[in-house]
């Protein structure tokens, strides 16, 4: 099926309407018509959407029914957003010398209309609203990743109150680290805890460990997501530490929002339906995931992530590697059972492992990258 040709920009509109034409099966994504209306209205248009855009009347009446106008819809947020959120955009108004400023921000005041509305809410145009948004973020997505190759993407799955000051903390931030640095995209539900660790070694990739270990030393002030200066001392650690090199991305979602975000993911898709959510992040990790010690919503992670890896949905069974020995087979022993349900055949093909040895989960997962011309 044809591809839309997505046009986000009013540089890319005035590109393409510079020249009078037709111009079909193109998407405007939350564009204002109003200067270049004229202009624009020297095309004639065909099976187009129209998301969220300004659209004079004296244009408007020059598209037929093949093309399709969403209106703006009331709301707190950005219904057809174009492009990921950044730490900055979600804590937009946030004053590091004030922690309540938090709730001034663009996070808490999305946060506080979700709650406002219902989580789960009956309102027609409010959970309308909301899957398009959730859409928008899922385009975001897509045309992010569009430049890796997707067994470059890799995920870390891991408990939100792993405090900042636990050793197994640390680990997580140097494989993240070292796995950043080798050219992988790292991804968590971008939380707090292990999620956290995630980008935090994203983060600090081509840093010093003495770097590491100064950056644990500020966050270490506020252990848990729950302390006083938690996202304060995250925002001294980047002010202090800023780089420009590398990426990482977190997908949290609004139905957890009162955990904050971490910023030290340098791109974010934020949900407002976490089942969107937690398919988006297994779909998107073909490079692996990398289960660390957590509690229900990990083990649920990692049989959501065990049914594709059977029937091969994306083409092959990618990467479920565990890492520490004890939690996954003695203090939440899933990993004998889903080592039996290989050895039986009621699961086939899973690529599973498990170590305490963060250099050997490095390896699993350089060993899995695609060669050169794959």
Not at 90 to 110: A, H, K, M, Q, W
Not at 192 to 217: F, I, N, P, Q, Y
Request: charged letters at 20%; proline letters at 4%.
């Amino acid at each position: 099926m044809r591809e839309y040709t997505e046009i986000e920009t009013i540089t890319q509109l005035l590109g393409l309407v510079t020249e009078p034409g037709h111009i079909d099966h193109h998407v405007f994504q939350n564009i204002d018509f109003t200067d270049l209306a004229d202009l624009a209205a020297q095309s004639t248009y065909s099976d187009c959407l129209f998301l969220g855009c300004v659209l004079p009347e004296s244009f408007s009446k020059t598209l037929d029914k093949s093309n399709l106008i969403f209106p703006k819809l009331d709301a707190p947020f950005d219904i057809y957003r174009s492009y990921l959120y950044s730490s900055n955009s979600l804590y937009s108004g946030f004053d590091i010398r004030d922690e309540s400023s938090i709730e001034n921000t663009y996070d808490r005041r999305v946060y506080r209309h979700y709650l406002q509305t219902g989580v789960f809410s009956k309102n027609i145009k409010e959970t309308l609203s909301r899957y398009l948004h959730d859409h928008s973020m899922s385009n975001a997505i897509k045309d992010f990743l569009s430049n890796y190759h997707e067994r470059q993407i890799v995920g870390i799955m891991g408990g939100h109150d792993l405090l900042r000051t636990d050793p197994f903390y640390r680990q997580i931030v140097l494989l993240s680290k070292r796995l950043t640095e080798m050219g992988f995209i790292m991804v968590s539900g971008g939380g707090a805890g292990a999620m956290e660790a995630t980008h935090l070694g994203a983060w600090l990739a081509k840093r010093s460990l003495k770097e590491v270990d100064e950056a644990l030393e500020i966050l270490s002030e506020a252990p848990s997501w729950q302390d006083a200066g938690w996202l304060k001392t995250a925002f001294i650690v980047k002010l202090k530490m800023r780089q420009t090199h590398f990426i990482s991305l977190g997908v949290p979602t609004w139905l957890y929002g009162h955990e904050p975000a971490t910023p030290f993911a340098t791109h974010i898709a934020k949900f407002f339906d976490n089942s969107i959510r937690e398919d988006t992040i297994l779909n998107i990790t073909r490079g692996g995931l990398i289960y660390t010690p957590g509690s229900a919503g990990t083990v649920q992670e990692i049989f959501q992530a065990a049914v594709p890896n059977h029937y091969k949905t994306y083409g092959y069974s990618s990467l479920m590697v565990f890492l520490g020995v004890d939690f996954w087979r003695k203090e939440m022993p899933v990993y004998p059972l889903i080592e039996h349900l290989v050895e039986t055949g009621k699961y086939n093909g899973l690529r599973i492992s498990i170590t305490d040895n963060i250099e050997e989960v490095v390896q699993t997962v350089k060993t899995f990258r695609p060669q050169k011309g794959q």
